[in-house]
Antibody
Framework: QVTLKESGPALVKPTQTLTLTCTFSGFSLGSTGMRVAWIRQPPGKALEWLARIDWDDDKFYSTSLKTRLTISRDTSKNQVVVTMTNMDPVDTATYYC?????????????WGQGILVTVSS | EILMTQSPATLSVSPGERATLSCRASQSVSGNLAWYQQKPGQAPRLLIYGAFTRATGVPARFSGSGSGTEFTLTISSLQSEDFAIYYCQQFNYWPSTFGGGTKVEIK
């Protein structure tokens, strides 16, 4: 059974760096074809893909946010971490991690419950 | 980036009726399109991938069609649990992009 769960702060101040952790079970990110992504959703708005990390440690970032994002993994802990620098109130959103369908480049098959992050002073 | 446009923004349908949702890509994404369902307070749920393949456990009343730039999600007979927001997503190009969503509400 595949499960994912996001953790991190619920509130960050403007200009701070956000660090979110995705802890998963039921698969190994070291296995060929496995990929994990981060997606966010501002309140009442649509989904936005942030970053993806692959089984071979390849990393891909949103074009508009790539200067602010870093994605990494700890295979031994079954965790994927994303950091976003210089947070702004417009970054207030629910942040999801998701595992892609095996060998897929984009199909988000399993999702975490999400974590609401509010950016406010 | 590929722009995904969904229409209509809101669809009012009576239970038991058919719902047809549209998704248009700003350029061809081949068949690399997925549909997700999202209910309030929940994470999205994968419904369809590869434009027409139902994900595991998705009822047969959900069907997807289309290729290139025009795609359709059809719900043949709406059940109470189907009232939700539906998103399309292209993954032919990086970064993958989502449509703005169609809210299916009870008429």
């Amino acid at each position: 059974q595949v499960t994912l769960k996001e953790s991190g702060p619920a509130l960050v101040k403007p200009t701070q760096t956000l660090t979110l952790t995705c802890t998963f079970s039921g698969f190994s990110l070291g296995s060929t074809g496995m990929r994990v992504a981060w997606i966010r959703q501002p309140p009442g708005k649509a989904l936005e893909w942030l970053a993806r990390i692959d089984w071979d440690d390849d990393k891909f970032y949103s074009t508009s946010l790539k200067t602010r994002l870093t994605i990494s993994r700890d295979t031994s802990k079954n965790q994927v971490v994303v950091t976003m620098t210089n947070m702004d109130p417009v970054d207030t959103a629910t942040y999801y991690c998701a595992r892609l369908r095996e060998h897929s480049f984009g199909v988000l098959e399993f999702w975490g419950q999400g974590i609401l992050v509010t950016v406010s002073s | 980036e590929i722009l995904m446009t969904q229409s209509p923004a809101t669809l009012s349908v009576s239970p038991g009726e058919r719902a047809t949702l549209s998704c248009r890509a700003s350029q061809s994404v081949s068949g690399n399109l997925a549909w997700y369902q999202q209910k309030p307070g929940q994470a999205p749920r994968l419904l369809i991938y590869g434009a027409f393949t139902r994900a595991t456990g998705v009822p047969a009343r959900f069907s997807g069609s289309g290729s290139g730039t025009e795609f359709t999600l059809t719900i043949s007979s709406l059940q109470s649990e189907d009232f939700a927001i539906y998103y399309c997503q292209q993954f032919n190009y990086w970064p993958s992009t989502f449509g703005g969503g169609t809210k299916v509400e009870i008429k």
